[in-house]
């Protein structure tokens, strides 16, 4: 059982960016093995997949190349052929489960529609075999799970359960287009392990669309390197992870960063810069007369201080608390409990007109490129917007503006043009020179890399570094990435349910966790298996 | 999900006592004596009446106690009197209340299930020469005023072809009972119902459009391709179902533009209902019978949104009664 | 971008010619639409100086459209402009305060949308004696509502925008953060709502004045409507021309609405991709 691509091309439609969505690409899939399809984004890997479906979107059109499977040509296949080969012959996995189950229906129901969709089995049976998938992906109380609805369950169940379904005609082919790019690390671990043990199990044939290298470590037994929709490398897992031959794949491997903490010049001063003692915020929502309250404990007792000159990391899942507390911190949201000081300034004490005053001392640089600037601001303006409410001249915000902007690594010129004219990585910066804008002693980072592609993650992380070290200025580096963290942080504080469970330098914390949960954390990081090391 | 419910009934009561005491205000904030402008042009001239209502209302009392007296009358269903008709307004509502309802609900029924369905294949045909033509004739519909769909459906109907009568609720004077009772109220209430009805079904047709277009973007459509299911499954069980959810929250605010219609179409088809009785108010100046018949369409409209609020609650699991 | 969607461009051009009508009719047409003219019902097409005919009191009927011309499109403006200056500030304060001065508005609009608008302009009108004045308060007082629930929900999704975030975190004041960085953003549904309630509102002003609520003085379109009804079988035309100028006026307006909706945000344009 195998898929061969031969020489596939897929056209865009004219006025984009390229041509070709996938130009040129061969490679082959196996029965009883994984294949990783890794790239960044926009390397044309998700159109591979879909291709491989018959779902390509009505503007793609495959222009030249085939792909063989059981003796036909699934470039020309016509649709009835494909209602016959989709889900039974070849299944697929999506991103996001949130979206990608129906809400009206039933989980049972969504997956005895698969036998439903081929004519398969009675009734009976068919919720028969929904109990049996639903128990053989790892779901607990099978029962429950069949009659519940998808916003009743976790993002990792709803996965497991999206794994089901692809799974209950038994397909040779399974075709996962980054099924677990959505979840956290821990439910990451189990969701690749699921998969690994199913493929052998079933000896099926597994396409793996991913654009984390930690992954293909962990689960690939092949490897293609997909960049602007042309193969640049494939073999082996062990053939490119550890002797890559063509440059873009050894610059993404250099990229992605080890979780081994590099040795960290120590700090000489001690004085401290901020210190958070027994922040505690709840969020409560429902209550009322008629329905019962639901309390979530976001941040709960929590301390520590960042010295001066210092990154400290805040590492730890989604629902974790860490993006509240940096929130508190910068008094986005007001906490229930406990102070920050800033020098000998307490923060959640003022008011008004001194809190904007005090608030120059410590900015942020936020998750979303693509969210944190107006779109209808020129970035000139944006980063001028601060200084100038805070007296200063206008045409020395100007300035400054410009000189901001080459230290971040732009051209001044960007000071007239619109945040949709620049890329991701682009936009990060004028993020942070807007944040730089008010000369402030302590930056918080959350989640600043996370959205970008590793190549630019990597000059991202380096510009923050070497600000921090020219500026003097102290971090708070928000992420759930360890091995981010390992790279750019003197020391971490691991949290969960709102509480910090360990709070070390990096160097320690990676050699010798103490908490369960950090242990656990560390384990879940993919690709540390030794068979195969990312670097 | 009981609670629920009487949490609902409790605000709606809240609205309603609201109403009541803007009525009284607006009585007020008429020019003139406020005992003149309730007994309305007719009462006006009989002296005897004005001191009635002077009495009755506590018009030369202070302010609180005018309230209380007008909230406590209401609250014993008293709505005042009508004059020119010489009858309790009450009464004359309750009279008139089921041929509206007959009306609107008929209107209703028409406009969501035509409109639903058209909607349906405009979307399914999107891009084709039906999407345009229905896109278009909904587009036609949507803008126009509702007084002249009626004459204009009188004028084609009744008067240029004679195929449907044009006036009232029944033949007058032909006494028809049972079946043939039944038949002609229908033929009565085809051109008053389709009048209404035209409006909503445009406007449910290129919401239920907009709706299927959208809801086919989304990922869960695609993992039911991914499946294998055939198209038409597709729409009817997982594009469909979901598609419908803001077409009902949009027929739930729908309710008070419904009752506006009513009105309208009560006046040029003689239809015997309250949207009618509210136009004779306005002719005979009679403001108690205004209000009256103001305060129970807004009734009306609550006890509506209440039970299209519990309709998508019933239908769509995400949204939780109560734990 | 509008003129490019062929239904915004259809649009445009009918309500230009509208405007036009209004304002430079009267001068071609000084004769007021109240004075009679000729003998009354003269069929349309009869005479060349009047092609619309004339109606039950011999008055021209081409110079009562000319003239209701004005009354709608002044009506539709100024009620939906009040409805905006009213229903943008407290829509904008819900959204961006939100606690107990979002809840409070909120109960407030909450009661004004529970009520049919229809009635309420007709209670209203009725009350305040029917006049021009009348009739646009009343409209506007039904039409706000809409407004600050729109507002208030772009407002509340904007405010946690990150570049919000970004604009307190850097100090701005809440007037700057709500003036600068949120209604811009929040405007282009706005701008959408409001041409569609212009075309809603020419429809309450012709339903009133259909009703007898038009202002005594002024021929309006509506109120020709009414004035034919009873006269219908013998002559048409009086019904028929004021309605037809009453749905191309509210369809154009519609149509630009659209239009406007497709051009601001075009992920929903038409053929589905």
């Known amino acids: ?535 | 999900m009981i609670s629920f419910i009487a949490q609902r009934i409790a605000k709606a009561i809240v609205v309603l006592l609201a109403l009541v005491v803007l009525n009284f205000f607006l009585i007020r904030l008429a020019p003139g004596d406020p005992a003149l402008v309730m007994a309305g042009e007719a009462g006006a001239g009989d002296q005897i009446f004005l001191a009635q209502l002077r009495e009755k209302f506590g018009l030369d009392q202070p302010l609180p106690v005018q309230l209380f007296l007008y909230v406590k009358g209401i609250l014993s269903l008293d709505l005042g009197f009508s004059f020119r008709q010489q009858m309790p307004v009450a009464t004359l509502i309750l009279q008139r209340l089921p041929a509206t309802l007959l009306l609107t609900g008929t209107a209703f029924a028409i406009s969501l299930a035509f409109g639903i369905l058209f909607g349906a294949l405009a979307a399914r045909f999107a891009g084709t020469w039906a999407d345009t033509a229905i896109t278009v004739l909904a587009l036609i519909f949507y803008a126009t005023p509702l007084f002249w769909v009626a004459l204009m459906a009188i004028l084609l109907f009744s008067v240029t072809m004679d195929w449907l009568p044009s006036f009232g609720y029944e033949t007058v004077g032909a006494n028809y009972t049972g079946l043939t009772h039944v038949l002609d109220v229908a033929a009565h209430l085809v051109l008053p119902a389709t009048t209404i009805g035209l409006f909503f079904m445009a406007t449910y047709a290129r919401m239920t459009r907009a709706s299927m277009l959208e809801v086919n973007r989304l990922d869960f459509v695609k993992t039911a391709r991914a499946k294998g299911l055939s198209n038409s499954v597709i729409q009817r069980r997982h594009v469909l179902r979901n598609a419908l959810l803001p077409v009902v929250t949009l027929a739930g605010l729908q309710a008070g533009t419904l009752v506006g219609g009513a009105v309208l179409t009560e006046t040029v088809f003689a239809w015997p209902g309250i949207g009618r009785l509210m136009y004779e108010a306005l002719l005979q100046r009679d403001y108690n019978l205004l209000l009256g018949v103001f305060v129970v369409c807004s009734a009306m409209v609550l006890a509506f949104n209440l039970i299209t609020d519990l309709v998508y609650r019933s239908v769509d699991p995400r949204i939780e009664f109560a734990s | 971008m509008l003129l490019r969607n062929p239904g915004g461009l259809i649009g445009v051009t009918i309500l230009t010619i509208a405007i036009a009508v209004a304002l430079i009719g009267p001068l071609l047409f000084p004769t007021s639409p109240w004075r009679m003219v000729q003998r009354p019902f003269l069929p349309p097409f009869t005479l060349a100086h009047l092609p619309l005919g004339t109606d039950a009191l011999g008055r021209d009927v081409m110079a009562g459209i000319i003239y209701g011309a004005r009354v709608s499109l002044l009506v539709g403006l100024i009620s939906t402009v009040a409805a905006l200056a009213v229903g943008i500030p407290l829509g904008a304060a819900a959204g961006y305060f939100g606690g107990k001065i979002d809840d409070a508005l909120m109960r407030f609009t909450e009661f004004f949308q529970t009520v049919p608008s229809f009635a309420l302009a007709i209670v209203l009108v009725a009350i305040m004696q029917p006049s021009i004045v009348s009739i646009v308060v009343a409209i506007a007082i039904v039409s706000w509502p809409p407004v600050a629930r729109l507002v208030r929900g772009e407002v509340l999704s904007l405010r946690t925008r990150e570049y919000v975030q970004a604009a307190v975190v850097t100090g701005q004041t809440n007037w700057w953060i709500i003036w600068r960085e949120i209604l811009p953003n929040a405007l282009s549904p706005v701008i959408v709502l409001a041409s569609l309630m212009v075309a809603t509102a020419i429809l309450l002003e012709s339903s009133l004045s259909f009703l007898g609520l038009g202002d005594p003085n002024l021929m309006s379109w509506g109120y020709m409507v009414g004035a034919g009804r009873t006269v219908i079988r013998q002559a048409w035309w009086i019904t028929v021309f004021p309605g037809i100028a009453i749905l191309v006026s509210v369809l154009a307006l519609n149509l630009i609405g659209e239009g406007l909706n497709d051009a601001l945000n075009p992920r929903l344009a038409k053929g589905g991709r």
């Open chain 1, 1 to 535: 059982m195998s898929v061969v691509i031969n020489n596939l091309k897929l056209a865009l439609p004219p006025g984009g960016d390229r041509a070709y969505a996938v130009d040129g690409v061969s490679f082959e899939l196996t029965g009883g093995k994984i294949l990783c399809v890794v790239g960044e984004s926009g390397s044309g890997k998700s159109m591979c997949a879909h291709a491989l479906m018959g779902l390509l979107p009505e503007s793609v059109t495959a222009e030249a190349g085939e792909i063989l499977f059981e003796g036909s040509n699934l470039v020309s296949l016509d649709p009835t052929a494909w209602f016959a080969l989709r889900g039974r012959r070849i299944a697929m996995v999506f991103q996001e489960p949130m979206t990608a189950l129906n809400p009206l229906m039933r989980i049972g129901d969504q997956i005895a529609e698969m036998f439903e969709a081929h004519d398969l089995l009675t009734p009976k049976a068919r919720r028969q075999k929904a109990l049996a998938l639903i128990g053989e992906v790892g779901l607990p109380d099978p029962e429950r799970i069949v009659r519940a609805y998808p916003h009743q369950l976790s993002g990792g169940q709803r996965q497991r359960a999206m794994i089901a379904m692809a799974l209950a005609l038994e397909p040779a082919v399974l075709v996962a287009d980054e099924p677990t790019t959505a979840l956290d690390v821990t439910t990451q671990a189990q969701i690749l392990k699921l998969i690994r043990d199913l493929q052998r199990r079933r000896n099926m044939a597994v396409m793996f669309i991913t654009h984390d290298f930690g992954v293909v470590a962990e689960i690939a037994d092949r490897v293609v390197v997909l960049q602007h929709g042309k193969v640049v490398e494939q073999g082996t897992a062990d053939e490119v992870l550890l002797r890559a031959q063509h440059p873009y794949t050894r610059a993404l491997l250099a990229a992605v960063p080890t979780l081994q903490p590099p040795q960290r010049t120590p700090l000489l001063d001690r004085s401290k810069a901020v210190e958070v003692i027994g922040l505690g915020k709840t969020y409560v929502s429902g209550g009322g007369w008629f329905r019962t309250e639901r309390r979530v404990q976001a941040a709960k007792e929590v301390n520590f201080d960042i010295f001066r000159g210092e990154t400290l990391g805040l590492v730890g899942e989604s629902g974790s608390g860490k993006s509240s507390v940096a929130r508190l911190i910068m008094r986005l949201i007001e906490p229930d409990a406990g102070t920050v000081r800033i020098g000998d300034v307490d923060l959640t004490r003022i008011r008004g007109k001194a809190l904007r005053e005090q608030r120059r001392r410590i900015q942020m640089v936020f998750q979303d490129p693509f969210a944190s600037l107006n779109p209808r601001r020129k970035v000139g303006n944006i980063i001028m917007d601060g200084p100038i409410a805070h007296g200063v001249d206008p045409g020395v915000a100007r300035k400054r503006a410009g000189e901001l902007l080459s230290l971040v690594g732009l051209n001044a010129s960007a000071m007239e043009r619109f945040p949709h004219e620049f890329s991701g990585g682009q936009r990060q910066r004028i993020g942070i020179a807007r944040a730089l804008a008010l000369d402030p002693e302590i930056l918080v980072a959350d989640e600043a890399v996370s959205a970008l592609d590793v190549s630019v993650q990597a000059q991202v992380l380096d510009l923050l570094e070497d600000l921090k070290a020219r500026l003097g200025l102290s971090m708070l580096f928000i992420t759930h990435d360890l091995r981010v963290a390992a790279q750019i942080c003197d020391r971490i504080a691991v949290m969960q349910h709102g509480a910090i469970v360990e709070l070390k330098s990096a160097a320690l914390l990676f050699a010798a966790p103490e908490h369960a949960y950090t242990r656990e954390l560390l384990a879940a990081v993919p690709g540390q298996t030794p068979s195969s090391k990312a670097a």
